[in-house]
Nanobody, 126 residues
Framework: QVQLVESGGGSVQAGGSLRLSCAGS????????LAWFRQAPGKEREGVAT????????LFAKFVEGRFTISRDNDKNLLFLQMNNLKPEDTATYYC???????????????????WGQGTQVTVSS
């Protein structure tokens, strides 16, 4: 059974940090582009960051502004998002996603990611 499970969310004050993890099972992360998305209440889901199958981070949303780092461990089927200097506007449910393949071009097109986690809530207070 294919499954993506996010963890590491929580409540922090502005300026704080969180590290999100995404554990995959039932399939391999190898050879796939991975990504983090988020969705705030009343807003559409938006891409946060993607990472190539070889571990090179690509395509960060403008709002990241150098505050977030995406990484992966293919051997352990893990994806990470280190979030620093969090702002109240970062409050959202964060989702990890795996594409069907490497996807030669970085993209946040949700239709190209065929496996999704259930999300982990991040709440940042001012």
């Amino acid at each position: 059974q294919v499954q993506l499970v996010e963890s590491g969310g929580g409540s922090v004050q502005a300026g704080g940090s969180l590290r999100l993890s995404c554990a995959g099972s039932g399939f391999s992360y190898s050879g796939r582009r991975l990504a983090w998305f988020r969705q705030a209440p009343g807003k559409e889901r938006e891409g946060v960051a993607t990472i190539r199958d070889d571990g090179v981070p690509e395509l960060f949303a403008k709002f990241v502004e150098g505050r977030f780092t995406i990484s992966r461990d293919n051997d352990k089927n893990l994806l990470f998002l280190q979030m620093n200097n969090l702002k109240p506007e970062d409050t959202a449910t964060y989702y990890c996603a795996a594409a069907s393949g490497a996807l030669p071009r970085a993209t946040f097109a949700p239709g190209l990611y065929n496996y999704w986690g259930q999300g982990t809530q991040v709440t940042v207070s001012s």
